[in-house]
């Protein structure tokens, strides 16, 4: 692994593409220790101040670039199993890219990828979690280790975790159906009936997997769909889960 500490950056998102782009070799990773201009998925705002881990590695894996969307699942299971490791705190996933702890989200993945003449270049993982921020500085809906255990943490030893958890599970890519199962296993809305508001409005339906092209599969009367894109939210939930999001401004 090859660091790049900041202090201060607009998105390390940003900073691991203009490395990528010239060049910076796979397991490059951008932390920094704030964000100006942190964002999550659909070009919203994500919130990182100081206490937080924001991170970004690049990889260059040799797959189709119909499957980026797998890296997103990918890169929750490391970042569920080092929070297991470090923490002992247990995780769940949540459709497409959330980490939850009971009902709250307590990480976030981003990630972004170039192609050309259909090849990919690269994929930058961006991973976000809530590590050391006390209650009052979270998003509603959102929660941190700290707010939940009342324990700091190191937040490099958590993102070296998080970077060689990683690399076990990297030969996994090419054949994904694991990191799919892992991924499913520990879904916080695996067979329960979700709604999903997504551009072309909203879908209802009981959940019942995810696809290697990103998508998740819901059935109703009888029927399934794929559902490309979206926000979800658990059936009959009291306080569904949200996130580092602000409005945007
Ligand atoms: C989401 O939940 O929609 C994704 C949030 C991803 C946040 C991380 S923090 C490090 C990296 N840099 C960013 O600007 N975003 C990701």
């Not at 670039?65 to 990918?74: E, I, K, P």
């Not at 002992?88 to 980490?99: A, C, H, I, R, S």
């Not at 916080?188 to 409005?201: A, L, P």
């Not at 959940?207 to 009959?236: C, F, P, Y």
Request: with cysteine; aromatic share 6%; glycine share 8%.
């Amino acid at each position: 692994m090859i660091l790049i500490r900041y202090k201060r950056v607009t998105s390390t998102n940003d900073k691991a593409r203009v490395l990528a782009e010239d060049g910076a070799r796979e397991w490059t990773v951008v932390v920094s220790e704030v964000q100006t201009q942190g964002r999550g998925r659909s070009g919203k705002k994500w919130q990182s101040h100081k206490g937080g881990l924001w991170f970004s590695v690049i990889l260059r894996p040799k797959i189709s670039s119909g499957r980026v969307a797998v890296l997103q699942f990918f890169a929750s299971n490391a970042t569920r199993k080092a929070i297991m490791e470090e923490t002992g705190l247990e995780t769940e996933t949540k459709w497409p890219n959330d980490v939850i702890f009971e009902t709250r989200k307590i990480a976030g993945i981003l990630v972004e990828s170039k192609s050309q003449d259909n090849q990919l270049s690269f994929i930058i993982v961006g991973i976000g979690l809530n590590v050391n921020q006390s209650k009052s500085t979270l998003p509603v809906g959102a929660t941190s280790i700290y707010a939940t255990s009342r324990e700091k943490h190191n937040v490099e030893q958590l993102m070296t975790r998080i970077v060689e958890n990683m690399k076990s599970d990297y030969a996994l890519l090419k054949t994904p159906n694991r990191i799919l199962k892992n991924w499913w296993t520990d879904c916080i809305h695996r067979s329960k009936n979700v709604e999903i508001q997504t551009t072309n409005g909203i879908r209802n339906g009981i959940s019942r997997g995810i696809e290697a092209d990103g998508s998740l599969l819901i059935k109703q009367n009888g029927r399934t769909e794929h559902i490309m894109e979206g926000t979800l939210i658990v059936w009959k939930e009291q306080n569904p889960p949200q996130s580092n999001f602000r409005a945007k401004s």
